[in-house]
Every structure is written in structure tokens, then in C-alpha cells.
């Protein structure tokens, strides 16, 4: 005799849920319980993000930062101004008297010594450029707007500095003193002298060049993509 045939059990059903869960279970992002401190989370591209919502420091500490370097940087052109006394090339003098007039004119007027002088404040002002530019990437490599304009606006001012220190500290302004001093036929150097003004450009530009490659080679990197999250 056949036994009967038992109807399959039926497999085990999930109990319905309300629509509200259902649509909770659907959302894979959820808002942080109330009273989570939200400080410092981390965005979907890693970046992390300030009190202010925004990431990086903030403006307030970018602009306090880039005040510090700008008087750091314009410093540097004490320096500068003391190299090119030391380095610039003196340019001969000659003091004459005709009647009772003194004159003053060049010892040797085929001479480049002026030339040299413009030309040893450039290349100092192109290498202060590239080492003011190299340094602010070290303490600083995140970079920046405010961060460039300081470094452009410190080596400007470094320049002007540099410029102005070298024509104090150099030989006397006063040249027909300067030669009533020495004696006649005598020669002394002239008073130190920027010809070319343009080369105070060379320190903010050399700065503001090497500071940008150097950024763009060895900078930091943005993720390239999103974080996978696992199921």
C-alpha cells in the first residue's frame, strides 16, 4: 500500500516589516545619532574635514601662516643685502679739481664693473628664490593660495630689503665729499647701485616657480577614487 504523498514544507518566510524599515535597510548612508560628535569626520574622498565644515586648517590659520612667512622670507633679505656688499664688484673712482670745482669721473670707462654689480644681485636674488621656495615646501607642503601670495609677497619685500641695506652699508653717497676726503687722483669706489630695477623681480619669480614645480612633484595627492566599503 502507497503511503500518501506529504505536501513540502514551506521554507521559512521573513516576518514584513513596515515600510519605514524597509527604507532604513535600503539607505546604506545613515545620519549619526543624536549626540555623536561629528568632529573630524572623514569625507567619501578621505579628506578630513575641520569644525567649519571645510577642509584643511581654515582660512584664519592659512592667513596667520602666511603672515609668519612673509616676515620669515622678507628676513632672509638681510642676508641677501650683506652677500651682494661682499660680492658686488667695486666700481672706480677719480676725484679732480678744475679751478676750485671738484670733479668726479670714471677710472676706467670701458669698464663692466656696473654690469657686475646688477648682475651678482640677480643671481643672489635666484638663488634666495630657490632656497626660500624649497624651505616653505618643507615646513609647509600642503601649499596653498595664501600660502604662495606670502611666499611672493615675502621675497618682493626680501629684494627691496636686500637692495636698500646693500646701498646703506656700501661706500659714501656723497661722492665730491667722498673724493675731498681721499685727495685728488686718488681712487675710491663708487657708491653701490641697483641699475636695473626689473631684478628685484628675480627672487619672487625664481621663489614662486620652484615653490609651484616642486608642489607639483612632490606634493600630496588627492585620492584617485572612493574608499570600497564592504558589505
Known amino acids: ?37 561629528v568632529t573630524g ?12 565644515g571645510q577642509d584643511g586648517p581654515g582660512m584664519k590659520t592659512e592667513v596667520r601662516e ?9 628676513l632672509g633679505g638681510v642676508l641677501m643685502g650683506l652677500l651682494w656688499l661682499w660680492l658686488a ?8 679739481v678744475t679751478g676750485n670745482t671738484w670733479v668726479v669721473y670714471l677710472k676706467d670707462s670701458e669698464g663692466e664693473q656696473a654690469v657686475g654689480v646688477d648682475g651678482t644681485f640677480t643671481l643672489l636674488a635666484l ?7 624649497v624651505a616653505v615646501f618643507l615646513v609647509r607642503r600642503r601649499g596653498g593660495v595664501p600660502l604662495v601670495v606670502a611666499l611672493c609677497v615675502g621675497s618682493l619685500l626680501g629684494a627691496v630689503l636686500a637692495w636698500r641695506l646693500g646701498v646703506w652699508l656700501g661706500p659714501q653717497q656723497d661722492v665730491i665729499a667722498h673724493a675731498q676726503a681721499v685727495g685728488k ?19 619672487p619669480l625664481a621663489a614662486l616657480v620652484v615653490h609651484l614645480g616642486i608642489t607639483a612633484l612632490f606634493g600630496p595627492r588627492d585620492p584617485e577614487g572612493y574608499d570600497s566599503v564592504s558589505a
Do not use: C, N
Not at 4 to 33: D, I, M, N, V
Not at 89 to 96: A, F, K, T
Open 66 to 74: 602666511g603672515a609668519v612667512i612673509t616676515v620669515a622670507v622678507a
Open 127 to 133: 638663488a634666495f628664490g630657490v632656497l626660500s621656495a
Open 41 to 52: 569626520l572623514t569625507g567619501a574622498t578621505g579628506t578630513a574635514y575641520g569644525p567649519d
Open 89 to 96: 664688484p667695486r666700481v672706480p673712482l677719480v676725484g679732480d
Open 185 to 203: 687722483g686718488v681712487t675710491f669706489p663708487a657708491p653701490l647701485k641697483l641699475g636695473a630695477k626689473g631684478a628685484l623681480l628675480a627672487w
Open 1 to 37: 500500500m502507497t503511503s500518501p504523498l506529504t505536501p513540502p514544507t514551506p521554507p521559512h518566510r521573513r516576518p514584513a516589516q513596515s515600510s519605514r524599515s524597509g527604507e532604513a535597510e535600503r539607505q546604506p548612508w545613515q545620519l549619526p545619532a543624536s549626540g555623536t560628535d
